[in-house]
């Protein structure tokens, strides 16, 4: 699935620790023809020929404007077949969410949007830090609360989250998500009780929950450690984490991937491990291959490098057999349908779930402290197992390797 | 190379001497000017520590091994041959200094012209005037500003008994005053008392070993002679020789065609390790056994040590790098031993904990071997009522290293702790600081005595394991540096000692088991608890982390279970590095240890045991 990236944002909250920049102007023409160029290049290397889902991430994708969008899509229907039913994603933060602008980039291709609605903030944001080493699309947690707003550095108020989310669902009805971050410093167990009320009055049919994860060298990281901000205790970010479940279970959702809920609609490819929506390409007599991308970041360099070579990624590595099983593994357990018997043997043709999984040895005793499932559906984790999905990983991992 | 001819240096003109001080108070610079003035080296501006030819000697500005060296001096138309033996610095080393100082009729006692008279200087002192050996006081660095000669003669008449009129006032570093110490040695310290028409008799006061020649032996002649082609036995041993080579050392090696009685040289005769040349042993000839001269004791290690390489592929290597550094040093004891934990390694023995630093650092610098060191333990002793147990070890007391081995209380009529006879000199400011240091390691005052104005000398009888570790250290800490130790081999005294066992979720992990005086079982079982929390990773279920004596807990941590350990995202570039932690963490599951349910991996382990870095 395509992922382009917009790599700008006009501010950087104070978590954020992913690879996108502030800069005072953007040459939006000559971004949009490296997007393209990129588009054309990936797509004619991977050699797909149906895209199922693109999604536009960054970054705040919305700054960019609807004509970059709509030029996207045009390469990437031009390149391979994009069904009129392909997902397409963008994500938009509050602030550059006008009406007029949603509609152009409906009017572009755009089918789905992606809402982050902080809440609360209290600090200012801080200075970019260095990029990372590789490329995430990046869904902006969000919070609901003027003040929880300004601690994360958001740019806009609660009350601009909501007028842009009732927009996109005006226009992208049962096809509006929002994001929301939960485990904020000082937060407390009552206060993430009211952000899910107010979410639910909210939200469309989709929500995203993420952790607030405390990444080196961002701001709040600091102030935490510092002790200007409290970190909250695990146990709390436990009880939270349950709650949401609970609640958004109750609400009718189905909590479908580890920070993923919908209800109604289907389960939006783009949550979902990517070879859930076939994002493998097919060598020779049956075999499949992932590749291991790393990108080219930084925005300057990126461009020079997809103008010269036609994309941006700086290495690419074909995975072994054992490596995508071992990614199958780890991606799979992550959504409440885990990994099917049938999904597995597309990558494991000799070896069943079963007989890897199924004789005496970790997953069994897994199985046993009720953390995993493995029947005639597949391998997957209970709700209690998700929660500790990455305490389970190395033992299966451990287990898949010896045999 | 031509062979130096002995004979001209008749016993008369002979005089073997030694220098010793407190550590720090220019021993080795002394000597350094000796050599110059003799013009045994050349003076330059490079001799420093000359006779110090370790690298961790010169590093840490100690001497570890004895070295001696011959000076020819002329004074008043006669030719003397001077010997002077320099000995190890170090309250380790007691032993050593002891066999050098009997190959002597003299020393000279160096005391820095500021610090004064510490710990060592008495401990030396006392080695000395026990060996009835004639003492030249020196005192040294009366260059430094705060130099106060005339405070530290009185020191000397009043510890020592020694008239203030007898003491030289010297500046080693710059050569002030040196050349009347040895014309004072000359006249004041007797020839040795020995007959080259007696039956040889050499005590042998360090070796060495080289890769070509085998065991350098550093032997002092009490009678007779010795050359090359006679057939020797050492007394300790009952092995065989034949001599290959006989010389002095000036410092370096000088091949002679004989050593006389009285002289101070060395001799290669074929032994292969420093072991059939231990301190203190007798060689004489085959053909005319005669009495061993006294004294002779086997080294009798005093601090243990767990030695672990860092991973076990490395085994080999540190296996040859010890068999190698020990040819060196015969005082180090080593069994092999093994640990659940840290897999195979070795428990050995030194004779105090610098001479297990300087070991560890040797092991660093001349082999490139970076290895885990457990906390050291004691050697205590049981002595058994059981009459199974008594006829298992075929003898009623037994000595316990591992606290495996540990008898249990119902077959023991008593536990032993070797102690040490602690001397400690400090200023007086610091003596209720110390005191209290003292009583809080368990050790009772033995004597307590001014020596001067402002100083206090204090006897203590301690329990060796109490101060095996950072007593020291913590000494220098609270007496800002001033307060000096040396301890001496006191005995075993009656203790009553416990096996300490911990438990993760009720099941013993062996390796952590200790053995400790019921006193202090429980703040130590308090700190293995909280540092075992700190190491061991959290898991699905809660863990309890218990210090136990015998069913008895005495202390407790616990570790509460993961409910939430799932990254929230995971997209793209993520995934990759996703999957090298995943990977990286399923395969320490390899390395990793379960007890009862409980995986604990190995780096934990090593946390918990080894040694606190000095502070």
Not at chain 2, 78 to 105: K, M, W
Not at chain 2, 146 to 160: C, H
Not at chain 2, 340 to 347: D, E, K, S
Not at chain 2, 432 to 447: E, M
């Amino acid at each position: 699935a395509p992922c382009p990236q917009w790599p700008y944002c006009r501010k950087r909250c104070s978590y954020c620790n992913f690879n996108t920049y502030v800069v005072p102007a953007v040459d939006e023409a000559a971004v949009r023809a490296c997007l393209v160029r990129e588009a054309q290049t990936l797509l004619r290397l991977s050699q797909v020929h149906s895209v199922s889902s693109v999604f536009f991430g960054g970054g705040t994708p919305s700054l960019a404007s609807p004509g970059t969008v709509a030029a996207v899509l045009e390469a990437v229907a031009a390149a391979a077949h994009l069904p009129a039913g392909a997902e397409v994603t963008l994500e938009a933060n509050p602030s550059s969410t006008s009406a007029s602008r949603l509609a152009g980039f409906g009017a572009a291709g755009v089918n789905r949007l992606s809402i982050g609605v902080q809440v609360r903030g209290a600090l200012p944001a801080a200075a970019p830090t260095a990029p990372r080493d590789a490329v995430v699309t990046a869904l902006p947690p969000q919070s609901l609360d003027d003040a929880e707003l300004r601690m994360l550095g958001r740019e806009h108020t609660a009350a601009e989250a909501r007028k842009a989310v009732e927009t996109a669902r005006g226009l992208f009805p049962g096809r509006t998500s929002i994001d929301l971050l939960f485990g904020l410093p000082g937060q407390s167990r009552d206060a993430w009780a009211r952000q899910l009320e107010a979410a639910l009055g909210l939200c469309d049919d989709h929500i995203s929950l993420y952790q607030l994860t405390l990444e080196r060298g961002t701001a709040l990281a600091a102030q935490v450690r510092r002790g200007a901000l409290p970190a909250l205790p695990q146990d709390l970010l436990a009880d939270m984490y349950q709650m949401a479940h609970t609640v958004l279970v109750a609400a009718g959702f189905r909590h479908y991937e580890v920070s993923n809920f919908a209800r109604k609609v289907g389960c939006p490819r783009c949550y979902v491990p990517p070879w859930a929506h076939g994002r493998f390409v097919p060598r020779g007599e049956g075999g499949h291959s992932r590749e291991a991308r790393v990108q080219t970041l930084e925005p300057v360099a990126w461009m020079q490098e997809v103008q010269s070579q036609g994309h941006g990624t700086r290495s690419r590595v074909v995975l072994s057999p054992l490596e995508q099983l071992e990614e199958l593994l780890t991606l799979g357990l992550r959504t409440d349908e885990g990994i099917t018997h049938k999904r597995w043997g597309h990558f494991s043709p000799q070896l069943s779930l079963q007989a890897v999984f199924g004789a005496p040895g970790e997953a069994r005793a897994l199985q046993q402290q009720g953390w995993l499932v493995l029947d005639s559906g597949g391998l997957r984790c209970t709700w209690a197992g998700l929660a500790v999905l990455d305490s389970l990983l190395p033992d299966l991992l451990w287990q898949l390797q010896r045999v | 190379q031509e062979k130096l001819d002995m004979s001209t240096y008749p016993v008369e003109s002979i005089r073997n001497f030694s220098i010793i001080a407190h550590v720090d108070h220019g021993k080795s610079t002394l000597a350094d000017r000796l050599l110059e003035i003799t013009g045994t080296i050349s003076k330059t501006d490079r001799n420093k520590q000359v006779l110090d030819k370790l690298q961790v000697e010169r590093e840490r500005g100690i001497t570890v091994k004895a070295q001696s060296a011959s000076l020819f001096y002329n004074h008043e138309g006669i030719n003397y041959l001077l010997n002077l033996i320099d000995t190890p610095g170090h309250v380790d080393f007691s032993y050593e200094v002891s066999r050098s100082l009997s190959a002597c009729q003299g020393v000279i006692l160096v005391v820095d012209a500021n610090e004064g008279i510490q710990a060592q200087t008495v401990a030396n002192f006392y080695l000395a005037f026990e060996a009835q050996l004639s003492i030249i006081p020196v005192i040294n660095k009366i260059d430094l500003k705060n130099a106060d000669p005339e405070r530290v003669e009185k020191q000397i008449e009043k510890l020592f008994d020694i008239p203030t009129d007898e003491c030289i006032r010297i500046s080693a570093k710059q050569g002030t005053n040196v050349e009347k110490v040895l014309q004072q040695v000359i006249e004041k310290i007797p020839p040795p008392q020995c007959n080259t028409a007696d039956p040889l008799k050499a005590l042998v006061f360090d070796s060495t070993f080289d890769h070509y020649r085998g065991v350098v032996a550093n032997i002092a002649l009490f009678g007779g002679e010795i050359a090359k082609g006679h057939k020797i036995v050492s007394a300790h041993t009952k092995k065989r020789y034949e001599v290959n080579e006989v010389g002095i050392l000036t410092p370096d090696e000088q091949p002679t065609h004989k050593l006389y009685a009285g002289q101070v040289g060395y001799l290669i005769a074929g032994m292969k390790e420093v072991a059939e040349a231990q301190i203190g042993d007798t060689l004489f000839l085959c053909k005319q056994p005669v009495e061993p001269l006294p004294g002779f004791k086997s080294a009798k290690p005093m601090v243990f040590a767990g030695m672990y390489p860092i991973d076990q592929t490395e085994y080999n290597n540190l296996k040859s790098a010890l068999e190698r550094l020990t040819l060196n040093d015969s005082s180090v004891t080593v069994h092999r031993d093994s640990s659940l934990a840290l897999g195979a390694g070795w428990r050995l023995g030194f004779l105090g904990l610098l001479h297990m630093e300087v070991f560890n650092q040797r092991l660093e610098q001349e082999y490139d071997m970076s290895v885990i060191l457990t906390a050291p333990t004691v050697p205590y002793k049981a002595v058994l009522s059981s009459a199974k147990l008594i006829k298992e070890y075929g003898k009623d007391q037994i000595t316990i290293i591992n606290p495996a081995q540990f008898p249990d209380k119902l077959s023991v009529s008593e536990y032993l702790e070797p102690t040490v006879l602690g001397t400690i000199v400090t200023p007086h400011e610091y003596i209720g600081k110390i005191i209290t240091l003292c009583q809080d390691r368990r050790a009772v005052q033995k004597d307590m005595l001014y020596i001067d104005e402002n100083r206090v000398m204090l006897k203590y009888l301690f329990p060796l394991n109490e101060i095996v570790v950072d007593f020291y250290d913590a000494l220098k800490s609270l007496s800002s540096g001033y307060a000096s130790f040396d301890y001496e081999d006191a005995g075993y005294q009656s203790a009553d000692l416990i096996k300490m066992d911990i438990l993760l979720n009720g099941n013993p992990v062996e390796e952590l088991a200790t053995i400790i005086h019921n006193d202090k079982a429980h703040a130590a079982g308090k700190l293995l608890c909280e540092r075992l929390k700190e190491t061991i990773p959290r898991q699905l279920f809660e863990i309890a982390i218990q210090a136990a004596i015998g069913k008895k807990i005495i202390a407790r941590e616990t570790l509460k279970a993961y409910r939430k350990n799932v990254v929230a995202k995971c997209y793209g570039g993520d995934i990759t590095r996703r999957m090298k932690l995943l990977k990286r963490q399923a395969e320490s599951k390899r390395l990793m240890r379960k007890i009862g349910n409980v995986e604990v991996p190995r780096d934990a382990f090593i946390r918990v045991l080894k040694r606190e870095p000095d502070k």
